[in-house]
């Protein structure tokens, strides 16, 4: 069964310096029918202005994903990591039992789009924690390729919570398919391009929960590269 959530369907707010489209409840958006999927619990699709940003702000108990679509994002926290985060890298940040970060556009001049992404820890209490990895192109090019993992294997970062993330670039007549355990579930959130799934089409921005499915298959259609990250969910 496919549930689509449409990208004009999503929260919205714009102060600004900050366009932000809210999949799930969040801040002042709030609807009772979206306040997650499963373990996950937040995706902001954010698009941040050039020299502006996300002062320092505390979190605990989460883990945060960072994936840019464009651009680049600057991440400073209390851990004392520093670094900046371009199209192809993943950060994960595990909050545990707290941190405080900020996150700025590291251009003056241009724009940063990235997916904001929140995940709920199987344990409350974790030691916080960092990591960041690189996916070059090619290695998501017709595939699906896993960017995070409770084990962090093949590479991806290691989230403290039972949800494997995939991130594809699928060009235009390219096909992938996904198997699901039995019990697990999926959401697919697209962030460029168009995709076919099952019977429905997807543009960019929508998003959509995949449950009681053995599989799923996801076809790019139309004359654009679709980028998009699929989450396998316990």
């Known amino acids: 069964m496919l549930t689509i959530r449409r990208s004009q369907d999503r929260g919205h707010a714009n102060h600004g310096w900050l366009d932000s489209h809210h999949s799930f409840s969040f801040a002042d958006y709030y609807?009772?029918?979206?306040?997650?999927?499963?373990?996950?619990r937040v995706i902001n699709e954010d698009r941040v202005a050039p020299g502006k940003g996300?002062?320092?702000?505390?979190?605990?108990?989460?883990?945060?994903?960072?994936?840019?679509?464009?651009?680049?994002l600057e991440h400073r926290d209390s851990l004392g990591t520093g670094s900046v985060i371009r199209p192809g890298d993943v950060?994960?940040?595990?909050?545990g039992t707290g941190v405080?970060?900020?996150e700025f556009n590291h251009s003056q001049t241009e724009a940063v789009h990235f997916l904001q992404i929140w995940i709920l820890p199987a344990r409350r209490g974790e030691a916080p924690g960092y990591e960041q990895r690189r996916f070059e192109p090619a290695t998501r090019a017709g595939q699906l390729r896993l960017i995070a993992a409770p084990d962090g294997r093949d590479g991806a970062v290691t989230i403290h919570?039972?949800?494997?993330?995939?991130?594809?670039?699928?060009?235009?007549?390219?096909?992938?398919?996904?198997?699901?355990?039995a019990g697990r579930q999926g959401?697919?959130?697209?962030?460029?391009?168009?995709?076919?799934?099952?019977?429905?089409?997807?543009?960019?921005?929508?998003?959509?929960?995949?449950?009681?499915?053995?599989?799923?298959?996801?076809?790019?259609?139309?004359?654009?590269?679709?980028?998009?990250?699929?989450?396998?969910?316990?």
């Open 31 to 40: 609807d009772a029918r979206y306040m997650g999927f499963r373990a996950l």
């Open 54 to 72: 996300f002062g320092t702000h505390p979190h605990r108990d989460m883990e945060i994903l960072s994936y840019v679509l464009a651009g680049a």
């Open 91 to 95: 950060q994960r940040m595990s909050a």
């Open 100 to 102: 405080t970060h900020s």
């Open 161 to 181: 919570q039972d949800v494997a993330v995939y991130a594809s670039l699928l060009a235009p007549g390219q096909t992938v398919t996904h198997s699901f355990t």
């Open 187 to 234: 959401w697919l959130q697209l962030a460029h391009g168009a995709l076919k799934i099952g019977e429905a089409t997807l543009q960019a921005g929508d998003g959509v929960a995949i449950q009681q499915a053995d599989g799923v298959e996801v076809t790019a259609i139309g004359e654009a590269t679709a980028e998009f990250l699929l989450f396998d969910l316990a």
